[in-house]
């Protein structure tokens, strides 16, 4: 019994100084070396099982130092490196312990995915990719339509222009890999008839939408932002054929070896057989014709680093019929253009990256109409440098960029706005309008776990003598912003936002000025989403500033305020049946000669709606179904003077005359079959089915009489793609 009760003494002797040892805070020095080189594993990152929200990072020698319990193990993690796990019991905390890691072999195209996403991914509101786009009814299969299915969205004009949240098309920008694109959109002359975004889906990897507070990585946007990137990798040829009631399109797709590809893409529109089919729908469409070509080349040089390049022409014309204050005749527009986006981009490390981005932009444009004759010459250039560093939970993005443009005009307009005539008097303008924009900026993201990451960016640009016609030199601005996102489940996320930022309007024939715009942005956005439901709830604040950008003077407002709700819930019902709904409430003020009034986007309600019904072996049909109240405009209330020479007076308070309820309900149609072995897909567009006289703006002819035009009536739209 004695020596029982001895060997139990002894033993709780020994154990109590092992016990607190475990839990006493030790300081364990490491050396992490690669297994095959026997160099340091430097910036390699590391964290505890009992808090991995906090990273050890090991310096330029490999050297890694932990407080920590003996109790307690240790993570090492890296992308270079596979994941190595070692228990702190097994190391002693005097002396420097060596781990060997071992390479990841498969880690380089872990690696350039993760290093060529955009390094402000998790802050945008919408991620789709080319199917994505494919399959939603409100897209028409086109990118930037997709946006406008978006509740996000506040375009009201029935085009694919990115609109976001209440503010002007003006102020949102999109971006293709990494350059900024103006004016996306073809034939904006025809009222939506072809007027679809410059870019080929096919070409699409993946598209950002971010509808408040955009990503400082990128300038000149005041509003939202659409960022999009190219496929870098083809899985085999290929060769598609689109036949349309507007002409025919080509794209081909070809693996030059295993590093490189080609894709090439051709259309030819006309107008000649969608006006016989659709006489009462076109009855002011005289003719529209286009013709584009594409190219999109990609070259991995090796694992590390790839070059792309993206060029693109079009040709392209409208004539029609308008009718404008004192004159009501035919309307003519052409625009050649041409832009190449070439990138460059290296892998330097498992942790960062470096890329160049050289764009040039160049377009004619011509318009005539009544005494109005103008003729434009667009020319610019674009380029930036940017560095990624990638360590564990911190990312840090910096750059710089410059752009120039040179914006020629040569016009004839009319001496006094309302007077059209081609009789009417007319004075000259010849103007050259140059802009360079440098600016620099740093964005970074800190992700404190899984759930939680912060993001903070601030840009800067260098003012240079601006050749201008109202300002001698360029504004000196700061934007700044920082956004949180948490995710409080798998099922909840929520996305906060603030920021102050800044943009430049391009010169157009009725504005000879680069006009800078700024804005202050607050946004909150929710989002929850399960198995077969998604619900989007966005809250949002902007003031915004502008010097004017307005065809008509009593359009340029100084300050204007905008506050919005917009919900969207979807449901998968079945494999085959899918809803969705959402609704944007705006408030929009503006201010002029300190008075407040209306803006042109403020309603009480803005639905849009879809259901799609997609059953392979039968056929897929999509209903999508939009109302809205009608936007605010100014009418002209009365005139003076004497016939023929009548001056409109318009009513003194802006924006009080609200135009009808805009409503549409649109279906489509298609059926994907197999002949003689070669995949065909026959599709056919309904729109605005109930032809409804949806109006659009005051036209403003033979006033002081009341006379509006109109959005597309009903029109149908059929069309095959064949694929080889």
């Not at 709904?581 to 009480?604: A, E, P, Q, V």
Request: glycine share 4%; charged share 20%.
């Amino acid at each position: 019994m004695t020596r029982i009760i001895l060997g139990i003494a002894l033993l709780f002797y020994f154990r109590v100084p092992f016990c607190i040892a475990q839990n006493k805070q030790l300081q364990f020095k490491f050396v992490l070396i690669d297994k095959e080189s026997k160099l340091p594993a430097i910036t390699i990152s590391a964290f505890l099982v009992s808090n991995t929200s906090v990273y050890y990072n090991s310096n330029l020698k490999g050297e890694l130092t932990i407080n920590s319990t003996a109790s307690d193990s240790l993570i090492i993690k890296s992308l270079e490196y596979k994941e190595t796990k070692i228990s702190l019991t097994d190391y002693d905390p005097i002396k420097a312990n060596i781990i060997q890691l071992t390479r990841n072999n498969l880690t380089l195209d872990e690696v350039n995915i993760e290093i060529r996403n955009p390094i402000s991914e998790q802050f945008s509101v919408s991620q789709l990719n080319a199917m994505d786009i494919y399959l939603d009814p409100f897209a028409s299969g086109d990118i930037l339509k997709a946006v406008n299915g978006l509740a996000s969205s506040s375009n009201t004009d029935e085009n694919a222009n990115p609109a976001l949240r209440g503010s002007d098309e003006n102020r949102s920008i999109v971006i293709l890999n990494k350059v900024p694109i103006y004016k996306p959109v073809r034939n904006s002359q025809l009222n939506g008839i072809g007027n679809f975004s410059i870019f080929n889906t096919e070409l699409l990897d993946k598209q950002y939408v971010y509808a408040s507070n955009p990503p400082l990585i990128f300038g000149n946007s005041s509003a939202g932002l659409v960022e999009l990137t190219t496929v870098k990798k083809i899985d085999k040829d290929g060769l598609q054929v689109n036949l349309s009631l507007v002409g025919a399109g080509i794209f081909a797709s070809k693996k030059i070896n295993r590093n490189a590809f080609i894709q090439l893409f051709s259309n030819v529109q006309y107008s000649d057989l969608l006006k016989k089919i659709n006489k009462d729908a076109l009855t002011l469409v005289n003719d529209f014709n286009s013709i584009d070509i594409g190219t999109n080349i990609h070259y991995d040089i090796n694992k590390k680093s790839s070059l792309n390049s993206i060029a693109y022409f079009i040709d392209e014309g409208y004539q029609g019929e308008q009718k404008s204050f004192n004159y009501k005749g035919t309307v003519n527009s052409k625009n050649k253009r041409f832009y190449t986006v070439n990138n460059y981009e290296i892998l330097i490390k498992d942790n960062s990256s470096f890329d160049f981005n050289l764009a040039l932009n160049t377009s004619k444009t011509n318009y005539y109409f009544g005494n109005i004759n103008s003729i434009n010459h667009l020319f610019q250039t674009f380029a930036s440098a940017n560095y990624k560093f990638h360590l564990s939970n911190f990312r840090i993005q910096s750059g710089a960029s410059i752009e120039n443009s040179n914006s020629e005009f040569s016009n004839i307009n009319p001496l006094k706005f309302y007077q059209m005539k081609p009789t009417d008097s007319t004075n000259q303008q010849v103007k050259i309008l140059k802009n360079q924009n440098i600016e620099l900026y740093t964005y970074s993201t800190y992700k404190f776990n899984s759930d939680a990451i912060i993001s903070a960016g601030i840009r800067k640009n260098i003012p240079v003598k601006w050749q201008n016609s109202n300002y001698n030199k360029q504004p000196s601005y700061l934007s700044t912003q920082l956004s949180f996102r948490y995710h409080l489940n798998k099922h909840h996320s929520l996305l906060a936002s603030v920021g102050k930022y800044y943009n430049t309007t391009l010169p157009s024939y009725y504005n000879l000025n680069f006009n800078v715009l700024s804005s202050s942005q607050y946004a909150l956005d929710y989002s929850y989403s399960s198995k077969n439901w998604n619900f989007i709830l966005g809250t949002y604040y902007k003031k915004e500033d502008s010097r004017g950008n307005g065809i008509l003077e009593i359009d340029n407002y100084r300050k204007g305020e905008i506050l919005g709700i917009e919900t969207t819930i979807s449901r998968e019902i079945s494999k085959m049946l899918s809803i969705k709904i959402s609704n944007t409430f705006l408030n929009h003020k503006i201010w002029k000669l300190n008075n407040h009034y209306k803006g042109k986007s403020d309603l009480n309600y803005f639905i849009k709606a879809s259901a799609t019904y997609s059953n392979f072996k039968l056929f897929n049909i999509s209903a999508t179904y939009i109302s809205r109240p009608g936007i605010f405009t100014t009418p002209i209330i009365s005139t003076e003077g004497q016939s023929p020479d009548l001056i409109p007076i318009f009513d003194e308070k802006i924006n009080s005359y609200p135009l009808n309820p805009y409503n549409n309900l649109s279906i489509t149609l298609n059926k994907y079959f197999v002949f003689n072995k070669i995949p065909i897909i026959a599709y056919l567009v309904t729109s605005n089915i109930f032809n409804r006289n949806n109006q659009s703006n005051f036209s403003y002819y033979d006033y002081p009489k009341e006379d509006f035009t109109y959005f597309q009536k009903r029109l149908f739209f059929m069309g095959f793609t064949i694929k080889f």
